[in-house]
């Protein structure tokens, strides 16, 4: 009995380990801003860290739907569009960044130098992290790069 395995390849390839290592990264992130620096509350520190990971989860989830597979009569059409994942991943997004800039940044203004940390940090990670919903729209979402482009462009931000 001789097996075969075949593959299918995915056009253009979708980097699974690029999500992980996002979750792993930026939730460390969260975690040393919120808990360290700012000395906010654990449960304030959490939910950063759990909008950050379902905004994430978001953006694998849309990166990775590939509605041309899908039997259109068993599954509405909005629920196979990418951009529905988007949408949802930036309202993660929007969360994350009110936490921080209502709870965490009131947890830092308790001490001075902490709070100028914060603020730092704060601003750059707004700044950054900013850029990443552009970039996915220009690669992922609507294909105006090429693959090549997308990964120099996603390294250079990470």
Request: overall charge positive; proline content about 3%.
């Amino acid at each position: 009995a001789n097996a075969t395995v075949s593959t299918v390849a995915l056009d253009p390839p979708l980097f699974y380990a690029k999500y992980l290592h996002w979750t792993l990264t930026t939730n460390l992130s969260l975690f040393l801003l919120s808990a360290q620096v700012a000395a906010a509350e654990l449960s304030v520190s959490l939910f950063v860290m759990i909008s950050n990971s379902l905004m994430i989860l978001c953006g694998y989830a849309a990166a990775s739907l590939r509605p041309e597979g899908i039997d259109e009569g068993s599954v509405p059409r909005f629920l196979t569009s990418k951009w529905v994942f988007w949408i949802f991943g930036m309202m993660f997004y929007v969360l994350l960044l009110n936490a921080l800039n209502r709870s965490v940044r009131r947890a830092a203004s308790r001490n001075k130098q902490h709070s100028r940390a914060f603020n730092h940090l704060f601003f750059i990670i707004v700044l950054t992290w900013s850029l990443y919903p552009f970039l996915w729209i220009a690669a992922e979402g609507a294909r105006l790069i090429s693959f090549v482009g997308e990964t120099y462009a996603y390294t250079a931000l990470d």
